[in-house]
């Protein structure tokens, strides 16, 4: 039954998926290459995972830089590039790197499993793969396996067969019959973006020799959508297929039954073979060449097949249609009652699984959304946990059923274990302090109310900083009567400031009583009397509770009398000397920031002050660090815009910036200077960080 740490119902995301890897060769290594082949053959999801040429000092081209990216492997794996080169790339996408030989026992990608532990509905019989003598367009085509795969495949529940004729190759990849394409089995996008769209099928043809084409052709069909409008893709060898009884009609076959979308129905592409010869081949499969430009749009209700005869283009660069983010999985849902404590998350392995093997298990909840994505943060939620896809992602056995056990960590502790990210020590300031001590009372967001703050503002006690600027004022004005007033108000201040309704500054008269009554309410302030003693001098606040019928000065205990209009007792009021130092420190600036973020995201938590030691030794002091909508914030509070000089505007989002902040605050009343605004918004920028901006005065309501 639910108990008092009861959080509700929460729908839990759940996603099993392969973890996936990009295999570093080196540049024209055709012996790199086809072991890349062979071990993604043997893997969950190998299809999908991308073969990158690498030259010396760790060159890699731009389009197979873009490749890995958008691929979103876990990990890479040298295959046989030099050491260096390797970590360099490595270092360049800051993704880890392992060599070949540990490829099954170190890093993210050793968790997938072999594609015979994950069942298949309706697989041929055989699955064919190219013999290993065969050239390398065939392995690219099919797939291969080195001689201990090929020793360990006989003892699965699902047959290859190594195929050595070159056309039954080919064949092959017509009914996706082969050993890469088994690896797909049970695996699709759940994510894509900008998205997918219906593209013409890609006929790729490869010149005798040409190592180019199998490396493009291979990384264009790892990038190829296998859910969302899947493009039909083989690789062809121009000096066999003419010599193929009916190839061509096979190969045709693949554009029938596809929606009438897009045009032409067919790529005819290579690296090496010329436009002419490409031309040729089409024309003798009964293609004729689309003379219109290309299109392509999504159409809803699908609409009808396309149709005979089917039209072709050459000269087309066809990676226009795989240059979209993605994520891959199958995914349920798990509906979960939360708890403060620790949750059980138990459910049935989506994926039909018939064999053993390793796998990714991510997790997402509205219940993620107020956490950081911040390793500490995952190891909160779960001790094996990390962020992956703005997923709680979890590396698991590949089994039939899972029950995972997770923690849900209260904001306060989120924010202590961010902090540890990139500070050696920190501590509340003495604002900070102060301002917890209020906000503990639950009371800061009545700061926002118009007029409340000023009220508060007239009512504090001024302290030495003020009086001093006050002072320096009147000496440079000679004005002797003010300044004389105010030396005595330095001599015998020893009360906190009280004022009467009439008294109070920055708010419209009608107002003042108002607002004066709703700090009552608060217990932020308290009413009492003034007794000015005719004989010691002392002008006292006494509060109502201890008002007497015969009024006596708090000092020197003669007889006096309360201040008073022909009206009877003039009421003052008095601040409580919490809210007192609070207002006189700009305590009270910060919790009316704090309360606006609140306002904004009611599960925020944001400290009012803080002292940090960086993790370089450098110390600094912030007025806001917590946690908004998911993301760290950090920030500065000024009571008025004017304070946000040039230099101060620097120091601040350089601040946040070291401090890990996802965003940068401001907060101010008042007005800030002109051009202010542009330079943090140019500088948080500049430093990746967003702008969240506090004008207080239009916030309050």
């Known amino acids: 039954m639910p108990s008092g740490n009861y959080l509700g119902q929460y729908d839990f995301q759940v996603v099993i998926a392969p973890a996936r890897v990009g295999y570093l060769i080196r540049a024209s290594s055709d012996t790199g290459f086809r072991r890349a082949v062979a071990e993604a053959c043997t893997r969950w999801g190998g299809i999908t995972e991308p073969i990158v040429p690498v030259r010396s000092g760790g060159r890699t081209e731009p389009f197979w830089r873009q490749v890995l990216e958008f691929a979103n492997v876990d990990s890479l794996v040298n295959v046989d590039v030099a050491t260096a080169d390797a970590g360099a790339v490595a270092r360049r996408l800051n993704i880890e790197c392992v060599p070949m030989a540990q490829i099954d026992q170190a890093a993210a990608g050793q968790f997938t499993a072999n594609p015979s532990a994950v069942a298949d509905p309706a697989p041929p019989s055989p699955w064919a793969y190219a013999d290993p003598t065969l050239e390398t367009w065939a392995v690219t085509s099919a797939g291969t396996f080195t001689t201990a795969a090929i020793a360990d495949n006989e003892s699965t529940n699902q047959p290859l067969t190594a195929v050595k004729m070159p056309d039954q190759v080919a064949r092959a990849q017509i009914s996706r019959a082969t050993a890469i394409h088994r690896t797909a089995v049970q695996l699709g996008e759940i994510f894509a973006q900008p998205g997918t769209w219906p593209s013409p099928a890609i006929f790729w043809f490869i010149g005798r020799g040409s190592f180019r084409d199998n490396v493009m052709f291979w990384n264009c069909r790892a990038l190829s959508s296998l859910r969302f409008n899947p493009v039909p893709m083989i ?151 990390h962020w992956r896809d703005d997923s709680l992602e979890l590396f698991s056995q590949f089994i039939p059923a899972y029950r995972f056990t997770i923690n849900v960590p209260r904001l306060e502790t989120v924010v202590t274990a961010v902090l540890s990210q990139t500070t050696s020590s920190w501590s509340l300031s003495d604002k900070g302090r102060i301002g917890s001590s209020i906000d503990l009372q639950g009371l800061s967001s009545a700061l926002l109310k118009p007029g409340l703050h000023e009220v508060v503002r007239s009512l504090t006690t001024r302290r030495a900083r003020q009086l001093f600027a006050e002072l320096r004022s009147l000496v440079q004005t000679a004005d002797d009567e003010r300044l004389a007033q105010t030396v005595a108000d330095i001599g015998g201040r020893i009360e906190r400031r009280s004022l009467s309704a009439t008294q109070v500054e920055g708010v419209p008269a009608s107002q003042r009583a108002r607002l004066l009554e709703e700090l009552i309410s608060l217990t932020w302030a308290e009413r009492g009397l003034r007794i000015s003693c005719p004989h010691c001098g002392i002008t006292s606040f006494v509060s109502l509770s201890e008002v007497t019928t015969d009024a006596r000065c708090p000092g020197c205990l003669r007889p006096a009398a309360y201040h008073a209009t022909n009206s009877g007792p003039t009421v003052f009021y008095r601040l409580n000397a919490l809210i007192d130092r609070a207002s006189d420190q700009g305590v009270l600036g910060h919790l009316a920031a704090v309360a606006a973020l609140k306002a904004i995201d009611p599960e925020s938590h944001v400290l009012p002050g803080i002292n940090v030691t960086l993790t370089n030794g450098a110390s600094g002091e912030v007025d806001l660090f917590g946690v908004f909508q998911g993301n760290v914030i950090a920030g500065e509070v000024k009571l008025s815009g004017n304070q946000f000089s040039p230099g101060q505007v620097d120091r601040d989002v350089r601040l946040s910036k070291s401090l890990g902040a996802d965003l940068h605050a401001m907060a101010w009343f008042g007005e800030v200077p002109e051009g202010t605004l542009d330079r943090a918004s140019r500088l948080a920028t500049k430093n990746k960080l967003g702008l969240q901006l506090l004008p207080l005065d239009e916030l309050r309501r």
Request: aromatic residues 12%; positive net charge; charged residues 25%.
């Open 235 to 385: 690789l062809v060898p121009e000096h066999d297929v003419d010599y193929w009884v009916n190839f061509g009609k096979q190969a045709i076959s693949l554009l029938q039954n596809r929606p009438d979308e897009f045009a032409p129905d067919a790529l005819f592409c290579s690296l090496t073979v010329p436009s002419d010869r490409l031309r040729t081949i089409a024309e003798s499969w009964g293609l004729r060449e689309e003379r219109e430009e290309p299109r392509t749009a999504h159409r809803s209700p699908p609409p009808p097949p396309r149709l005979p005869p089917f039209t072709y283009k050459v000269d087309i660069d066809p990676r226009f249609a795989f240059v979209f983010r993605r994520r891959y999985g199958i995914r349920t849902e798990v509906p979960t009652q939360v708890f403060s404590s620790t949750t059980d998350i138990a459910f049935d392995n989506p994926a039909d699984c018939r064999g053993f093997g390793r796998t990714k298990v991510g997790l997402s909840s509205d219940l993620f959304r107020r956490y950081p994505k911040r390793p500490p943060v995952a190891q909160l939620l779960h001790p094996n946990g």
